[in-house]
């Protein structure tokens, strides 16, 4: 029973440092030299269901997690497992809450009414209110300021 419990929580702390992660790479790739793809997210004028060059970071951002979860399969290696699986679920809650209910990617528009989802849209709305690679705010996506 414990095991389990350490995985859950393994499995918690990835998500939360997941985000960490996002808001640094968020701030300073993507607003960084990393602008030349981020910017297509910026954007306005553009069909929510269009590909968008921005959409090549979710292959850099999921690859940590494939091979977490492959290593940990094959090498019967719970960690990494438990890692892996943190970190697609970072990217599952990321997916909806960041694509659906904030910019209705996917044809889809999801709208809860519940403060924190609200206050999540509030501010990356803010964020996308800059249209230029400096000047930005607001770099988390599942926190909000």
Known sequence: MLNILFYILIIIISVIFMEII?????????????????KSHHIKARNQKDFELNDLYFIFFSSPSIFCIIYGFLHSDYLFLAIGIGILMYGV?????????????????????????KKIRKSHMKHHSCKEKNGATNFGFITYK
């Open 22 to 38: 996002a808001i640094l790479s968020h701030k300073y790739i993507m607003h960084g030299p990393g602008w030349v793809l981020h």
């Open 93 to 117: 809650i990321y997916v909806v809450l960041h694509d659906i209910m904030v910019h209705g990617r996917f044809g889809l528009k999801l709208s809860l009414n519940i403060n924190y989802l």
